[in-house]
């Protein structure tokens, strides 16, 4: 019994493939529209794509050319090629404004540039894209099914940039040693993170690191610029106590606070 089976689901492959390749060499562009909607239909997309990619050209102006443009768009995109994809859907959706599958493809089109965006340690071209795309779906379509999952996605995306630039100021903090310039640009990148990022889930680690350098930079600077750049290191602490005196970094801060105090205790003493 189970070995007729396999004869059967055999037989069902090889006449599968046998229409496929049939298809594929018919010099009628109906059959190979009715096998691309079959095979789509049923998942396949790889073999879908294959064959409407023949006869896109033979219906430009048909009415069947809305359906063949969507699943040849769509097929690029379940295929992974979300390059291809974001320019098909694009293309569809602009195509076919009225469409009942415009709303889809411009999700998908914009989806596609959410895919191809990289790790946050790399350069994000594709994630700045990803998000103007996403944001222009929000705005088209505010009541679009697709919606809340494209608030995610761009949430996900904005926390990648949120990561990059705390991750490159940090990086400033990390490797500067008693040069005034590296402190300097740590100041900076950290001051120009929580401008650019208000509501940043870092924006404790910021403000601590922030201290830090700044501490750094008063304690190790030449007497006629530490005063100013301890006191603005201690405003720096002052701030980061009032907002989050209850931090991790709270024993840390206290101390480097003290420091900074007695060092500024001898210009505070008149002559």
Not at 183 to 201: E, M, Q, R, V, W
Request: one cysteine or more; aromatic letters at 16%; glycine letters at 4%.
């Amino acid at each position: 019994m189970k070995k007729l089976f396999y004869l059967l689901a055999l037989s069902l492959v090889l006449s599968s493939c046998s229409e496929y390749q049939k298809a594929l060499k018919s010099e009628d562009i109906a059959t190979k529209f009715q096998m691309g909607t079959e095979l789509f239909d049923a998942g396949k997309w790889s073999k879908a794509n294959r064959i409407l990619a023949l006869i896109v050209p033979n219906y430009r102006g048909k009415p069947q050319a809305e359906k063949l443009m969507y699943m040849y768009g769509r097929s690029f995109y379940e295929m992974g090629d979300y390059i291809t994809a974001g320019y098909q859907l694009t293309r569809f959706e602009n195509g076919y404004p009225t469409s009942e599958k415009a709303q889809e493809a411009s999700f998908l089109a914009a989806k596609s540039y959410y895919q191809v965006s990289p790790v946050y340690s790399k350069e994000q071209h594709e994630t700045v894209e990803a998000l103007e795309k996403l944001q222009l779906f929000v705005n088209k379509y505010p009541d679009s099914e697709f919606l809340p999952q494209a608030n995610e996605l761009i949430k996900e995306l904005d926390y990648k940039l949120e990561k990059k630039a705390f991750e490159i100021a940090k990086q400033y903090n990390s490797i500067a040693y008693f040069e005034s310039s590296d402190y300097l640009a740590a100041i900076k990148a950290f001051d120009n993170f929580l401008a650019d990022f208000p509501g940043t889930s870092f924006r404790e680690q910021a403000m601590f690191y922030r201290l830090d350098s700044a501490y750094k930079l008063g304690i190790n600077s030449i007497k006629s610029k530490q005063e100013a750049r301890l006191n603005t290191a201690i405003n720096y602490y002052n701030s980061f106590n009032k907002f989050y005196p209850n931090s991790e970094f709270k024993a840390e801060a206290d101390k480097m606070n003290e420091e900074m105090k007695t060092a500024a205790q001898q210009y505070n003493t008149k002559s």
